[in-house]
Nanobody, 122 residues
Framework: QVQLVESGGGLVQAGGSLRLSCAASGRTFIDYVMGWFRQAPGKEREFLGAISWSAGNTDYADSVKGRFTISRDKAKNTVYLEMNSLKPEDTAVYYC???????????????WGRGTQVTVSS
């Protein structure tokens, strides 16, 4: 089994920044993809970006490209989501997830964290 725990969410003013963390534990593989998603009330879960664990290759949704950055620390088994220039519409629960193959669809990710709330005030 794989356990994912997000942290770092909170309340921030528009224009501010936050860094979310996702600590992974449990079963490991040679390579996999870590993704970040978010879900606002009444909306579908939205892909934000992903990073391949071994090579560090990244992929971002157009909606966050240039504002959000994903990175990982192999020694800590942790992936990060750095969010800058936050907007009220970024308010959502943010999830990290793990996939063997990657992709942008939620169905591609088998393991999920419980999420962390991010609220951006105007």
């Amino acid at each position: 089994q794989v356990q994912l725990v997000e942290s770092g969410g909170g309340l921030v003013q528009a224009g501010g920044s936050l860094r979310l963390s996702c600590a992974a534990s449990g079963r490991t593989f040679i390579d996999y993809v870590m993704g970040w998603f978010r879900q606002a009330p009444g909306k579908e879960r939205e892909f934000l970006g992903a990073i391949s664990w071994s090579a560090g290759n990244t992929d971002y949704a157009d909606s966050v490209k240039g504002r959000f950055t994903i990175s990982r620390d192999k020694a800590k088994n942790t992936v990060y989501l750095e969010m800058n220039s936050l907007k009220p519409e970024d308010t959502a629960v943010y999830y990290c997830a793990r996939s063997q193959f990657g992709g942008r669809g939620t169905e591609m990710y088998r393991y999920w964290g419980r999420g962390t709330q991010v609220t951006v005030s105007s």
